[in-house]
């Protein structure tokens, strides 16, 4: 596999769970963009543009699964604050489930790949 | 300082703006509204990390469905435009521009100091109609040439016209932005 396909490879395999991500990072607090985005850059290889995680959490609004609230704050202007929706907090309930089922199953084969 | 933290920023925001055209309005007064929150007043140590993080304006356009594509399209829709306009120049200059041209002589002629009325009395053949129509081809030849001249000054003016544009990236390059970094 070039280096281009891996890049491409990783780039889908990103776009694909980090909505969900994100959802997980909402499954008990409510959180500000930027915090949102702090939280997703401490993780290696999560987020390669901050930038795009804008559109994605206006995405997950518009799908009705996470929502906004604007809120006062100590230090600066108002900040809009996002929590899970009912259905938001469904989908990232089957997702767990299916994640969980397809990580299992690549390992199965890539462990006997590896021989470990 | 504060000012080049600024250009920065507006820099950046001008390169998204255009990216994120195609987007419904409210989609993209939103993303703008939180890509410039999110830069918010960054002091000068900070403004390039803020932009290098947030990434190429093009791909967060891009993220937020404004497609490069559709742009491409309604560019070339233009283009395709451009050239019917400038064909029709083409025919219909040589008919417009003699008669215009025509009057500006005759403008040019009566305000001239080199003619006088007293030539007028003398020979009325060489009054502006007359000495428009002698010196016709030569002149219609320098109205037409300024009228091409200004077709080419209708052109957009080139984009180094505006204010600077910020590339994060040239934060580390640019040695005249390299007291930020």
Same mark, same amino acid.
């Given at each position: 596999?070039?280096?281009? #396909?891996?890049?491409?490879?990783?780039?889908?395999?990103?776009?694909?769970?980090?909505?969900?991500?994100?959802?997980?990072?909402?499954?008990? #607090?409510?959180?500000?963009?930027v915090?949102?985005i702090r /939280?997703?850059g401490?993780?290696?290889?999560?987020v390669t543009s901050e930038g *795009?995680?804008?559109?994605?959490?206006?995405?997950?609004?518009?799908?009705?699964?996470?929502?906004?609230?604007?809120?006062?704050?100590?230090t600066g202007p108002?900040?809009?604050?996002?929590?899970?929706?009912?259905?938001?907090?469904?989908? /990232?309930?089957?997702?767990?489930?299916?994640?969980?089922?397809?990580?299992?199953?690549?390992?199965?084969?890539?462990?006997?790949?590896? =021989?470990? | 300082m504060m000012t080049a933290t600024q250009e920065l920023i507006d820099g950046y925001l001008i390169r998204l703006e255009?990216a994120?055209?195609?987007?419904?309005?409210?989609?993209?007064?939103?993303?703008l *509204?939180k890509i410039r929150e999110h830069t918010g007043t960054p002091d000068e140590t900070a403004v390039c990390d803020v932009l290098d993080r947030l990434g190429d304006p093009e791909e967060i356009?891009?993220?937020? =469905?404004?497609?490069?594509?559709?742009?491409?399209?309604?560019?070339?829709?233009?283009?395709?435009?451009?050239? %019917? !306009? !400038?064909?029709?120049?083409?025919?219909?200059? @040589? %008919?417009?521009?003699?008669?215009?041209?025509?009057?500006?002589?005759?403008?040019?002629?009566?305000? @001239?100091?080199?003619?006088?009325?007293?030539?007028?009395?003398? #020979?009325?053949?060489?009054?502006?109609?007359?000495?428009? $129509?002698?010196?016709?081809?030569?002149? $219609?030849?320098?109205?037409?040439?300024?009228?091409?001249?200004?077709?080419?000054?209708?052109?957009?003016?080139?984009s180094t016209a505006r204010p600077s544009v910020c590339q994060p990236c040239r934060c580390r390059t640019n040695p005249g932005l390299a007291h930020i970094t």
């Open positions: 596999m070039e280096l281009g #396909d891996a890049q491409n490879l990783l780039t889908q395999m990103r776009r694909g769970t980090l909505p969900y991500c994100v959802l997980a990072l909402l499954k008990d #607090d409510e959180r500000y963009g915090e949102i /939280l997703l401490e993780v290696d290889s999560m *795009t995680v804008y559109p994605l959490l206006a995405r997950l609004r518009r799908q009705g699964l996470v929502e906004t609230t604007w809120r006062e704050s100590t108002p900040r809009r604050y996002y929590r899970l929706t009912p259905a938001g907090d469904r989908a /990232l309930d089957a997702f767990v489930g299916e994640w969980a089922r397809f990580r299992d199953g690549v390992g199965h084969f890539i462990g006997k790949g590896t =021989g470990t | 255009p994120a055209r195609t987007l419904p309005e409210d989609r993209r007064t939103e993303l *509204t356009a891009r993220e937020a =469905g404004g497609a490069p594509s559709n742009l491409g399209h309604l560019s070339s829709r233009v283009a395709a435009h451009s050239k %019917i !306009v !400038v064909v029709l120049l083409l025919l219909l200059g @040589s %008919i417009v521009v003699p008669f215009v041209g025509w009057v500006v002589r005759a403008v040019l002629l009566w305000a @001239s100091t080199r003619w006088t009325l007293r030539q007028a009395d003398q #020979d009325p053949w060489s009054g502006p109609e007359a000495w428009a $129509s002698r010196s016709s081809s030569c002149s $219609s030849r320098r109205v037409r040439r300024s009228a091409d001249r200004s077709l080419r000054e209708c052109r957009p003016a080139p």
